[in-house]
Structures are given as structure tokens and as C-alpha cells.
């Protein structure tokens, strides 16, 4: 069936650097993609969405890129903070459904001193 | 504005009892989503309700799950005689009346059958 899942499982950067999760998706029929943060014990927390019909969208020290040709989607995160260490996920939908959203299963980024 | 809110946060049971799960959408969200999380993997979906009507319950199992929305009060995700495979994060979350694909979480309600 189709899915939507992760490269890395794991991803370990140093504080200040730049981060970049990455997310492989096989539903063409998706054009609404969501990156979540989960801290651990809580719910996912919103980041930042980007639509089929953009490319790219930032946000507040976060970027997401679409490339609907490869079916690849990326979440980068400038000048990595302690505070970013949890597990990202993300998120599709297709179109014309109820919204529901399917989920990959996780990197945990974790951030070094 | 509050977010969503769940409860309990954490719920024990033993095999055989029935579970129950609240979710306060946010305020001005009429539509409601569940979700539920194995450890260290993906959430999966459930149920998507409005008030009042389950619009897609795909992602329910067959048996033993249910889930409503009533016209007041919070909604309800109810499993009855409760196997220890339902142990799992049972999240909430809601998006605002008019149509939008944003869905926001609430904090989950960890159950553990014992």
C-alpha cells in the first residue's frame, strides 16, 4: 500500500548547525503535507505545511521544500537549538479525502553541545 | 485560547474493562480526528467526526472501538472489553469549522492494559 516514510531514523547535529529531515512519500494523489515536532510525552506539535502547488514555504528558522517529481519532501532547521531535539514527522494528505492524515514513522533529531 | 485538551492523561485498565477517552476540540473547531501511537512509530489514523456525525471511521477497528461528537460536550473515543494490544497514545486532534487542512494535537492519553 501506499505510505509515507522516513530515510533516517536517527540524525545527531551540533548546537548552531543547520538540520535537514527528509521524507519520502509514494501517494501521488497528496497535495497537503504537514511537518510535526513530538516532544517526548506530548503531541505533535505544528511546524510548518506546504501545499502541491508550492515548492517551497519557510517559517520562522524552518524551511520546507516539496519536490512533487520524486515525490521528496525536507525539513530544514536553521541554527539547530537544543530545544529542537524531539522526534519529526510528516504528514500527508490526499486530495479530496476527509483529511486524514497518514504519517511516516519518525527521525529523532537529537542536539549536541 | 486554549488548545485541545484530552482526558485523562494517563489510563489504566485491565483486560475485560471499558476505556474512555475525552477530547475538547479547540474553541470555533467543529472537526475532530483521532489517532493512535505504538511506541516509537507513526501516529495512525482512526476517526474523523463533525459534531454529531462520523464522517470517516476507515481507520477504526471492526470491533470494540466506537467514537461520537455530540452537539455539547467533548468528544468521546470508547473501547470496550479492552485486550492489552489496545496499549497505546490515543491523540486528539481538531481543525476550525471553515475548511482548512490544519490540524492541531492535543497532549494524549497513554493507556496501558494490564
Known amino acids: 500500500g501506499e505510505s509515507v516514510g522516513l530515510h533516517l531514523p536517527t540524525l545527531s547535529v551540533q548546537e548552531g548547525d543547520n538540520s535537514i529531515i527528509n521524507c519520502a512519500y509514494s501517494?501521488?494523489?497528496?497535495?497537503?503535507f504537514i511537518w510535526y515536532k513530538q516532544e517526548s510525552g506530548k503531541g505533535p506539535q505544528f511546524i510548518i505545511d506546504i501545499r502541491s502547488n508550492m515548492d517551497k514555504r519557510q517559517g520562522q528558522r524552518v524551511t520546507v521544500l516539496l519536490n512533487k517529481t520524486v515525490k521528496h519532501l525536507s525539513l530544514q532547521i536553521a541554527a539547530t537549538q537544543p530545544g529542537d531535539s524531539a522526534v519529526y514527522f510528516c504528514a500527508e494528505s490526499p486530495s479530496g479525502s476527509a483529511r486524514q492524515l497518514t504519517f511516516g514513522s519518525g527521525t529523532q533529531l537529537t542536539v549536541l553541545p | 485560547n486554549a488548545g485541545v485538551m484530552q482526558n485523562p492523561r494517563h489510563l489504566v485498565r485491565r483486560r475485560g474493562q471499558e476505556a474512555r477517552l475525552r477530547c475538547s476540540p479547540m474553541?470555533?473547531?467543529?472537526?475532530v480526528y483521532w489517532y493512535r501511537q505504538l511506541p516509537e512509530e507513526g501516529l495512525k489514523f482512526m476517526v474523523y467526526?463533525?459534531?454529531?456525525?462520523?464522517?470517516?471511521e476507515s481507520g477504526m477497528p471492526k470491533e470494540r472501538f466506537s467514537a461520537e461528537f455530540p452537539k455539547e460536550g467533548p468528544s468521546i473515543l470508547r473501547i470496550q472489553q479492552v485486550v492489552r494490544g489496545d496499549s497505546a497514545a490515543y491523540f486528539c486532534?481538531?481543525?476550525?469549522?471553515?475548511?482548512?487542512?490544519?490540524?492541531?494535537f492535543g497532549p494524549g492519553t497513554r493507556l496501558t492494559v494490564l
Open positions: 467526526l463533525q459534531k454529531e456525525n462520523i464522517i470517516d
Open positions: 474553541k470555533g473547531h467543529s472537526h
Open positions: 501517494n501521488s494523489a497528496s497535495d497537503y
Open positions: 486532534a481538531s481543525s476550525p469549522l471553515v475548511y482548512t487542512d490544519t490540524q492541531y
